[in-house]
């Protein structure tokens, strides 16, 4: 899943190990869904969009992510 973690991260001059230590979890799960290979679950997320001054919906791209979902399952 597309996310907005490290345009915002940099944006506030975090690093993933500070953004990691203000959301409870390593800085490889921050690593993990900067690289689009892990989704966080909806309490991390919202974490983030706390300590990163956003919202859930544009923290994780949601309209986007829902367009590319359902263009893939119309492909199918």
């Known amino acids: 899943m597309r996310t907005r973690v490290k345009e915002l991260r940099t944006k506030a001059n975090?690093?993933?190990?500070?953004?990691?230590?203000?959301v409870y979890v390593s800085s490889r799960t921050i690593i993990?869904?900067?690289?689009?290979?892990?989704s966080p679950s909806l309490m991390l997320a919202y974490r983030?969009?706390?300590?990163?001054?956003t919202t859930v919906e544009d923290l994780c791209c949601l309209k986007a992510n829902k367009e590319l979902e359902d263009q893939?399952?119309?492909d199918l």
């Open 14 to 22: 975090l690093t993933q190990q500070q953004l990691a230590d203000l």
């Open 48 to 53: 983030m969009a706390e300590v990163l001054g």
């Open 32 to 38: 993990s869904i900067e690289k689009e290979q892990y």
């Open 72 to 74: 893939q399952r119309e």
